[in-house]
């Protein structure tokens, strides 16, 4: 059984960073995309970044050059760095593992078979 452990997240001002982490246990997942996701109250689960089995990695357009994702496979985690936050970066965020191999980490949520437990972001303003 996979398991995705996050860890990070929080409250921070407008401007400021926050490192997200997600920990898998139980299956070496170092062959395989993993992604992250968010959910702001009301709205859809959005794609924020992947990064694929070879470290390739991808954004959603409002991310780009403030967020990076990375992943170290020796510590099977997975990290979200994120910079110049803003408030509407406000979200739970989820970290996502397919156990598809692909060159590429795809935006579609229902390619990801196990999911993080959530982490909460609060940018205040």
């Known amino acids: 059984q996979v398991q995705l452990v996050q860890s990070g997240g929080g409250l921070v001002q407008s401007g400021g960073s926050l490192r997200l982490s997600c920990a898998a246990s139980g299956h070496i997942l170092s062959t395989y995309p993993m992604a992250w996701f968010r959910q702001a109250p009301g709205k859809e689960r959005d794609f924020v970044a992947g990064i694929s089995s070879i470290a390739r990695d991808n954004y959603a357009d409002s991310m780009k050059g403030r967020f990076t994702v990375s992943r170290d496979n020796a510590k099977n985690t997975v990290y979200l760095q994120m910079n110049s936050l803003k408030p509407e970066d406000t979200a739970v965020y989820y970290c996502?593992?397919?156990?598809?191999?692909?060159?590429?980490?795809?935006?579609?949520?229902?390619?990801?078979?196990?999911w993080g437990q959530g982490t909460q972001v609060t940018v205040s303003s």
């Open positions: 996502a593992a397919s156990t598809v191999p692909s060159v590429a980490a795809t935006s579609s949520a229902s390619a990801y078979d196990y």
